[in-house]
């Protein structure tokens, strides 16, 4: 495919789409009937299918019977604990290795003119990005994606909390799988902006921003207290009245779809002719800019209501320098004040 024909490619070499990342369509007023019925199939696919999909094969396949998880016990929780890992290993693995290891696709729709691979550097474990990132989902992540997952399901078993049947509550259920992605993108982004004030970002988020290029293997690559609190969002379906396939979809909505802001390409090439649209840039922003796009696709827009969305265009580029000066104007203007103007500083820049 001719990635000219979507964007456009700099003089360094990185390609960005023509056009600009928008909201969802069903925030428009006066509303657009017709434009979020264009948008509902990208909504429901392929990410949000795929993720109900591996959530029915968890219950049906994967999960322990009820009996078992009445009791908390190492053996379930293992073995839980290994097929994420599997899967994981299979799921991301198929896209590194694919897209970055064996290059199908070379530089045709990627964002950054280099692969991390050609970008050694001492933050990184080993100076590689790839191993860091992989020993760090592995080793850290995924276990904690397992924990969430074991306290859930223990939590349901053992009917410490409501646990609603599908022929009892059909319509609520279904309802509630259509505003999972919501509750994802909401607490998504009050944990991700918290852990982007000073001394947290400094501690925990900075792990994950190593990574300015991201790939798949970035996308688990997190500081532990991080991994947990991006995964215990499917907990929130022990305080909502729910039922564990639901827990699971949003479980898996967090722990397999971290990998649409990290997959550093916007389109996947399939076949000559056929392509995924991998939803990555409004992320892939974030981590070149750094202070723009807390959220995710603007599901639920707070990235806009909060004036941190970058929308990909050159008018997203003149509000993100606009707000860069006028906090450096507050900063400045706050040690004038306490230094009597002898002082004065730069916060941190967004990435370039
Ligand atoms: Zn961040
Ligand atoms: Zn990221």
Known sequence: MDDQLYGTRN???DWAPHGRSEIAPFWAWPPQFLK???WIPGFVWPWNAFHMATAL?????VVPDI????TLSWGWAAWLLGVNWLAALAFYGFYEWRFYVRKVQGQRFKY????PSEQPSDVFWFKSQNIDNFLRSFLVSIPLWTLVQVIFLWSFAKGS???LRWADHPLYLAALVLVAPAIHEVHFFVIHRAIHTKWLYKWIHSIHHNSVNPSPFSSLSMHPVEAFLYHA??????VIPSNPIVALFQLHMAGFGAINGHLGFEKLELTDALSMDSHAYTHYLHHKHFEVNFGGDGLIPLDTWMGTWHDGSKEGDRLMQARYEKKLERINRRNNGRNDGRRKETPPSPHE
């Open 11 to 13: 003089k360094r070499g």
């Open 36 to 38: 979020v019925l264009k």
């Open 57 to 61: 094969l968890w219950w049906y396949f």
């Open 67 to 70: 009996e078992t998880m009445k």
């Open 112 to 115: 950054h003119h280099k692969f």
């Open 161 to 163: 909390v409501p646990w």
């Open 233 to 238: 969002v499917a907990l929130w379906h022990l």
